[in-house]
């Protein structure tokens, strides 16, 4: 177990996941922000022993999500709102029931799931572009949230059409101020 600590302490390291609170959760298993997800994710803090997707364990999540570059608040409500149960055909897939787009922390569940699995609570930050389901490489996926999201910047074609759309508006503005109004004629 010393050896499965000190390889999830230079994982963590090695993707960037420095800094912050001490967690009081346990590492049962190193997270692997390339191959854990099917989607490749930034950076990933995990796995903690047991389930901490609940308003139970909001310090050990503050912890393991400043690790990875989220500064939570802690209030579980809003957070609760977004948990969904693994489903799909392999039983793997989070359907986050609607798109993600920008940067997007999540926590995953899984249980012990397969040959020497293991249970834990992973988190990750992914880079989204409209993304509504991520599917968990690992057996025994159980459920997921989704702690923030923050919009991407827009695309240089995004901002060049409103450009043009503001410039049209303010022609079409100027046109009128300047236009020459019928003469009254006096009666």
Request: aromatic share 8%; net charge positive.
């Amino acid at each position: 177990m010393k050896s499965l600590k000190a390889f999830a302490a230079g994982s963590a390291l090695a993707f960037g996941c420095t800094g912050g609170d001490a967690i009081a959760a346990e590492i049962v298993g190193a997270c692997n922000p390339a191959t854990d997800l099917s989607l490749q994710a930034t950076a990933c803090a995990g796995w903690y022993g047991g389930n901490l997707l609940n308003n139970a364990h909001v310090a050990e999540q503050t912890a393991a999500l400043s690790l990875i570059g989220l500064n939570w608040d802690g209030n579980w409500g809003p957070v609760d709102l977004t948990k969904v149960n693994a489903g799909g055909s392999g039983k793997n897939v989070f359907d986050f029931n609607g798109a993600l787009d920008g940067d997007v922390w999540i926590g995953i569940h899984k249980g012990k799931g397969g040959k020497n699995g293991f249970e834990g609570t992973g988190f990750f930050r992914l880079t989204a572009s409209d993304l509504d389901a991520v599917t968990l490489r690992l057996n025994g996926a159980s459920s997921a949230v989704v702690y923030a999201q923050r919009s991407a910047v827009p695309e240089p074609g995004t901002w060049a059409m409103l450009l043009v759309g503001f410039s049209a508006v303010g022609a079409a503005l100027r046109q009128r101020k300047t236009a020459k109004r019928p003469t009254r004629l006096a009666r």
